[in-house]
C-alpha cells in the first residue's frame, strides 16, 4: 500500500495537512499500527478508538489519526463526520490503485459457501484475495480491500445486507467487474417486508456491475429475471430447473460429495464437489460461472471444485463418541435449514433433527417454520426436538406427533435429546445464532460421552 495524506484529505472533502505522510496501512486495532500506518478510531458499544491516540501518538513518528472528533494529537489528524464512511471511501480510493479484478457476491443464503468455491475455481489461474470468514459488512468490506495488494490478480467481497441501501454503500465502493446473486429467500423479512423489497435490496449489486464486466444471477429465481432487464452490464445465469448460460442436471446427491452434469457454451462438464446437498451444485454453478467469465479453462475450474474444502464455515460433519453430527449451529434462514435437512437426509442411519427458530422472519414466522418441520418429514428425519417460539409450527409440518417433541427451551430440548440418542444416530443442530444451538450441542456431547 502507498497513499499519502493529501490524496486521502482530498478524497474526503477535508482540509489538507501540514505533512503529506506516506500510508503503508490502514488499521481499526490500536494493536496493529506502525509506522507509516492511519489509525481509524472506531467508537464501538464497548471501545472509542480514540482513547487509544495518546499513547500511539507518543509512540510513533509518523502516523495519520482519522477521527472524528480532535484530540489534540501532535500528529495528523483529518477529523471527519463518520468515521466508518470514510473508511470505506478510502477502501474506494485504494482499490482504485490495484491490478485486481473485483469480484462481489451477495444473496439470501450461501453467499460465504459460495464466496469460497469461486476463490477455489479462480486458484487454477489467478492469485486471489477475498473477504475472511464472513466480513460482509460496513466494516468487513473496507478490510478486506485494505488486505489486497499489487499481487492479487482478483479480489472476491461478500456483501451482507440488513435492509435497504446497504448493499447500494458497499457495491458502490467496490464496483465489481463480476456480480453474482445466489438467491432471494425470506432472510430479513421482517424488516423488508416481502421477497419482493428483498430482491430489491439485492439488485442494488446491479447498478455496479461494470459495465464491461458481467452480472450473474440465479435463473431459478422468477424475481430475478425481471429486473435484469433494465442493468447495463450484461447479465447471464446460473440454473438447475431454468433455461440459463450454466445449466445442471443429472444431480446424484452422495454422503460425501454432490455429483452433476454442466452444460455451458464451452461444452459439458461433470462437476464433483465435497459435500451433500442440492445447494451446493447452485454454490458451485455459480463458481464455475464466475472463473468461466475470467477466462479460466473449464477443465481447471472442474479440478479445482473436486479439491475445493470449505474449512467448517458453516455445516461441519464428523464423528464423535459413536454419533455422527451435523452442526449447522452458526445460524440459520428456511431455505439453509431446508438444505441441511436435504444433506442428511442420504445417510441411512436413524437421523434427529434438532431445531431452533429462525429469526427475523416476521409475519413469514408461521409458515416458515411449518415448511421446515415438512422438510424434516419430506427428508425422512426419524424424530425432530424443536425449541422455541414457533416450535409447534415445526411440529404441524411434521405431523407425526409420536416422533416429535416439542420443548419449551433448550435445557427440555438437552433432556429429551439424551434420553432418544443411540449409538450410531445421525444428529443435525441447527438455528438462528441467538438461540445458542452451539451451546446445546457442546453440552449434550459432554454428557453423552459421560453416560
Not at 22 to 39: A, C, G, H, P
Not at 287 to 313: R, T
Not at 389 to 409: I, L, P
Request: proline share 3%; with cysteine; aromatic share 8%.
Amino acid at each position: 500500500m502507498r497513499l499519502y495524506a493529501f490524496d486521502i484529505a482530498d478524497r474526503l472533502g477535508l482540509r489538507r495537512p501540514c505533512r503529506n505522510t506516506l500510508i503503508k496501512k490502514i488499521v481499526t486495532d490500536s494493536r496493529q499500527v506502525e509506522e507509516n500506518t492511519l489509525f481509524a478510531a472506531l467508537v464501538g458499544e464497548r471501545t472509542d478508538g480514540h482513547d487509544y491516540i495518546p499513547d500511539l501518538d507518543k509512540k510513533f513518528q509518523n502516523v495519520i489519526f482519522l477521527t472524528s472528533r480532535q484530540t489534540g494529537a501532535a500528529h495528523t489528524e483529518l477529523v471527519c463526520d463518520d468515521v466508518l464512511a470514510a473508511l470505506a471511501d478510502i477502501a474506494a480510493m485504494y482499490l482504485d490503485t490495484l491490478p485486481a479484478m473485483r469480484v462481489a457476491v451477495t444473496g439470501s443464503v450461501g453467499k460465504t459457501t459460495t464466496k469460497e468455491m469461486i476463490d477455489c475455481a479462480l486458484s487454477g489461474k489467478y492469485r486471489v484475495q477475498k473477504s475472511l470468514a464472513n466480513r460482509n459488512n460496513e466494516l468487513g468490506m473496507p478490510l478486506t480491500a485494505f488486505s489486497v495488494d499489487d499481487s492479487h490478480e482478483v479480489a472476491i467481497f461478500e456483501m451482507g445486507m440488513r435492509g435497504r441501501g446497504q448493499i447500494d454503500y458497499l457495491a458502490r465502493r467496490v464496483r465489481p467487474h463480476v456480480g453474482v446473486i445466489t438467491n432471494i429467500g425470506v432472510s430479513h423479512i421482517e424488516l423488508l417486508g416481502s421477497r419482493e423489497n428483498i430482491c430489491k435490496a439485492k439488485m442494488e449489486l446491479a447498478r455496479y456491475v461494470q459495465s464491461s464486466g458481467v452480472l450473474l444471477l440465479n435463473g431459478d429465481e422468477p424475481l430475478l429475471r425481471t429486473p435484469a432487464r433494465e442493468i447495463v452490464a450484461p447479465v447471464k445465469y446460473f440454473a438447475i430447473d431454468s433455461d440459463a448460460d450454466y445449466r445442471a442436471e443429472n444431480i446424484v446427491i452422495g454422503e460425501k460429495s454432490t455429483k452433476y452434469r454442466l452444460i455451458c457454451k464451452k461444452g459439458r462438464f461433470d462437476i464433483a464437489v465435497p459435500g451433500s446437498g442440492k445447494h451446493l451444485v447452485y454454490d458451485s454453478l455459480a463458481a464455475f460461472s464466475v472463473a468461466a467469465e475470467l477466462g479460466v479453462e473449464p477443465q481447471v475450474i472442474v479440478q479445482c471444485l473436486q479439491n475445493y474444502e470449505d474449512g467448517g464455515l458453516r455445516q461441519h460433519i464428523y464423528k464423535e463418541a459413536d454419533l455422527l453430527i451435523f452442526d449447522d449451529t452458526y445460524n440459520a434462514a428456511p431455505e439453509s435449514m431446508q438444505a441441511a435437512l436435504s444433506a442428511m437426509a442420504v445417510y441411512p442411519n436413524r437421523k434427529i433433527a434438532v431445531l431452533a427458530d429462525i429469526l427475523e422472519l416476521g409475519d413469514y414466522s408461521v409458515e416458515a417454520h411449518r415448511a421446515v418441520g415438512e422438510a424434516c418429514r419430506k427428508n425422512r428425519a426419524d424424530i425432530l426436538i424443536c425449541f422455541g417460539q414457533y416450535a409447534s409450527d415445526m411440529a404441524d409440518g411434521f405431523a407425526d406427533r409420536e416422533r416429535c417433541f416439542v420443548c419449551a427451551d433448550r435445557e427440555e430440548a438437552l433432556a429429551k435429546l439424551l434420553s432418544v440418542t443411540k449409538q450410531e444416530d445421525i444428529i443435525l443442530f441447527k438455528g438462528s445464532r441467538f438461540m445458542q444451538c452451539d451451546a446445546l450441542l457442546r453440552v449434550f456431547l459432554e454428557r453423552w460421552k459421560s453416560k
